[in-house]
């Protein structure tokens, strides 16, 4: 299983940035992909999640702003996250499970100055 992550970057408070997640090694559209963010000296928390019916849920202090997709045909997940701000920062990370355990992408760093 491979998860590699791109479209992390520096953004102005207030901007956007569009995630995106490429999977390949698992049955992609039966699988739940989610996006995580580990920000400096806290815990990973998981973002979104979106499940085989596209099916979404969202962390509560990213409701609003973020919007987790899929594209099945092209293996891909995707963050779309507005309205960012500086706590916002952190490395994202895409994950699913397989074969019962977790699989994790390398991580992409997004800042957002103030």
């Known amino acids: 299983v491979q998860l590699q992550a791109s479209g992390g970057g520096l953004v102005q408070a207030g901007g956007s940035l569009r995630l995106s997640c490429h999977a390949s090694?698992?049955?992609?559209?039966?699988?739940?992909m989610n996006w995580h963010r580990q920000a400096p000296g806290k815990e990973r928390e998981l973002v979104a999640t979106?499940?085989?019916?596209?099916?979404?849920d969202y962390a509560d202090s990213v409701k609003g702003r973020f919007a987790i997709s899929r594209d099945n045909a092209r293996r891909m997940v995707y963050l779309q996250m507005n309205s960012l701000n500086p706590e916002d920062t952190a490395v994202y990370y895409c994950?699913?499970?397989?074969?019962?355990?977790?699989?994790w992408g390398k991580g992409t760093q997004v800042t957002v100055s103030s």
């Open positions: 994950n699913t499970q397989n074969w019962g355990r977790d699989f």
């Open positions: 090694g698992i049955n992609f559209g039966i699988k739940a």
């Open positions: 979106i499940g085989p019916d596209s099916n979404t």
